[in-house]
């Protein structure tokens, strides 16, 4: 009777995350759609600002896209793990990789867009990419992954 009660909570807290997960994604990408129309509405009703109109238009975009793309493998995450398939700490290495390269990103748009640089940032990310792909890389190796590759 436990452990029918104790699958049945299991069940329940997956369907909850993936369901959470679900409704981020679509909301991430309801979001991209709003900003892409209102840059491209203030670039219609102001023509002489449309440099800025451009970059808001490719950083809605940019950053939207790279975000679905977190949310997506943190479901894969959560999949896995709730189904006990595959290595989960790979997706999560992978998710993490994918939130760190899309911070990244925003960051190098960030400087274009308003011309203000944080070195420290950027250097802090790129050391814990760095981390997180020699991780991987030993978690492979060592055939913790051997279901992954």
Partial sequence: ?????DK????IVSLLLRSLLLIAFVAVILHMFI???YSVV?????????ETYIYSFIDI???????????????????E???GEGDTILYIINGAISFTAREI???????HIFRIVNVYEIIGFSI?????VASRYLLVISGAGKNEL
């Fill in 81 to 83: 793990f709730f189904h």
């Fill in 35 to 37: 900003g892409i129309y």
């Fill in 128 to 132: 814990l990419i760095f981390a997180l």
């Fill in 105 to 111: 990103i925003v960051t190098v748009f960030t400087v």
């Fill in 8 to 11: 049945k909570f299991i069940n």
């Fill in 42 to 50: 203030g670039a219609v009703n102001s023509p002489s600002s449309i």
């Fill in 1 to 5: 009777m436990e452990k029918h009660f």
């Fill in 61 to 79: 975009i940019v950053e939207d896209s790279l975000l679905a793309v977190v949310i997506f493998e943190i479901y894969e995450s959560v999949v």
